[in-house]
């Protein structure tokens, strides 16, 4: 039995994040995305709708793209996550990032952690993606500034960065 | 948004996931968590036990060629449906399903058994299950059995699963040669549940003849249903234009659907003889 638990009963959970092993508590009702940014002050991933639509709160859980508001912390014991905080290194921008800068792809800048991770997942996948598969790959990221458009624009340069910098096989910050 | 309080358990073996299931009242199994957890957090549910059965030991999440049937471990996640070779070979209408979840992060998360066993009937994959007509396994304290599709799904959300027992494999029947299958579905955004979801799985001979097929509805009653009327029409028919317009003509017969937010129940009536045509032609398209 990895977990058995009680009601009312605080749970230590054990994760890494961008390449750091944390502990905190939580309630086995804890939603990952509070886990991260009030238990151990990630607060980079953003709550939306804390419904499961919007996409904001999105991050890498072993090496896939998920709704950190639709998983319970406990559900991330010894998993390996990547969040928004981790994909710049050493103070230099992830090609990502730069490309978001470079081509106005945020406003207001809600939906952009979500939207970069989306757009890392989807690049890993894809490192030379149509307009229509990038606007596939972000469809659980919902933007209410930029109408999509300089974002579809940010992740085909971002892809020509990563195919440039070899970096589309997936190395990102540890 | 949190859910109630609840115990949680993280078993290492079915056999202890099963356990839980038994001796604990009002528990709910936890897959990939996309439905359950929504519900919980809305309240809907308010499970007073979660049993994760994402970290047994026994392997869930497999796509395997049999003799006879392809099978799918439950907790096989969408976007392995949607992207698996075999799958996409032997039966599209389960990539086409698949493919049409929710989002990528939802694909990535949910699983096959998971939105079966959560059985909303407006749910992609267990309409196109219906039109596939498999073995659902299942397993409790005493023994393993498995239960045809036609009696698998028993109402909204509610399935023949006993509360002790969890959804082990998806045993789907291999189709012969010059066999085609398709699923569409239809709703106003990418991702929404269907307003009315179409599967149809068609068998011909050599000369374009139908053999056999089945074609299943979606959102048009409180289970995914067969279109029996446009199956017995079509059955030994060239399917050409004027066989697939006419069986479509007579898909709704079956179909009691609701009226929502999201379409009248008019509105799917009318709906259901338009998709039934081109899922048809798709999936006859993809026979030859």
Redesign the interface.
């Known amino acids: 039995m990895v977990r058995s638990s009680l009601k009312d009963e605080i749970v230590q959970i054990t994760c890494r994040v961008n390449g750091k092993t944390y502990q905190g508590a939580a309630e086995p009702r804890t939603l990952l995305v509070y886990f991260l940014r009030d238990e151990l002050n990630l607060t980079g991933t953003h709550v939306g709708c804390d419904t499961g639509h919007c996409g904001a709160c999105t991050i890498l859980m072993d090496g896939k793209t998920v709704k950190s508001c639709m998983l319970l912390a406990v559900q991330a014991q010894d998993a390996d996550i990547t969040t928004v905080e981790g994909l710049a290194k050493d103070n230099k921008l992830h090609p990502i990032q730069e490309a978001f800068w470079e081509n106005h792809g945020l406003q207001c800048g809600y939906c952009t952690p979500g939207m970069l991770m989306s757009s890392l997942f989807l690049l890993q996948r894809n490192p030379d993606p149509t307009e229509e598969e990038i606007r596939r790959g972000i469809e659980g990221n919902l933007c209410r500034c930029t109408g999509y458009v300089n974002i579809v624009k940010s992740v085909k340069a971002a892809g020509e960065k990563m195919r440039e910098s070899g970096k589309a096989s997936g190395k990102i910050s540890k | ?12 073996s079915l056999r ?1 996931a099963i356990k839980i299931l038994h001796t604990k009242d009002d528990a709910k199994v936890l897959a990939g ?2 439905s359950l ?2 519900l919980m ?2 309240r809907l549910a308010t499970p007073s036990v ?1 049993v ?1 059965i ?2 047994i030991n026994d392997d869930l999440s497999f796509v395997k060629r049999g003799k006879d049937s392809l099978i799918l471990g439950s907790l096989t996640p969408h ?1 392995v449906i949607e992207r698996n070779e075999t799958i996409k070979k032997l039966f599209p209408i389960l990539a086409d399903a698949a493919s049409k979840i ?5 694909r ?2 949910g699983t096959v058994g998971g939105s079966c066993c959560h059985a909303d009937p407006a749910a992609d994959l267990p309409t196109a299950m219906t039109a596939l007509d498999p073995l659902f396994v299942v397993r409790g304290p005493k023994r393993e059995r498995s239960i045809p599709c036609a009696k698998f799904f028993v109402d909204t959300f509610t399935t023949s699963v006993s509360k002790d027992e969890i959804l082990t494999e998806i045993r789907i029947p291999l189709l012969p040669r010059n066999s085609g299958s398709a699923y569409i579905k239809h709703s106003r955004r ?2 929404d549940f269907a307003i009315v979801g179409v599967g149809a799985a068609v068998i011909l001979d050599s000369k374009g003849v139908c053999k056999d097929v089945r074609i299943s509805l979606g959102a048009v009653a409180p289970t995914p249903i067969r279109a029996k009327s446009s199956e017995k029409y079509l059955k030994g028919k060239k399917l050409n234009e004027s066989a697939i317009g006419e069986a479509a003509e007579k898909a709704n017969e079956e179909a009691d659907p609701p009226s929502d937010m999201h379409g009248s129940r008019e509105y799917r009536l009318a709906m259901i003889k338009v998709f039934t045509r081109r899922t048809l032609n798709l999936a006859v398209s993809r026979a030859k």
């Open positions: 948004m949190t859910p109630k309080k609840f115990d949680y358990y993280a078993p290492t202890e968590g996309q957890l929504a957090k809305l979660l994760d994402t970290r976007d929710g989002d990528q992060q939802i990535n998360r990418e991702g």
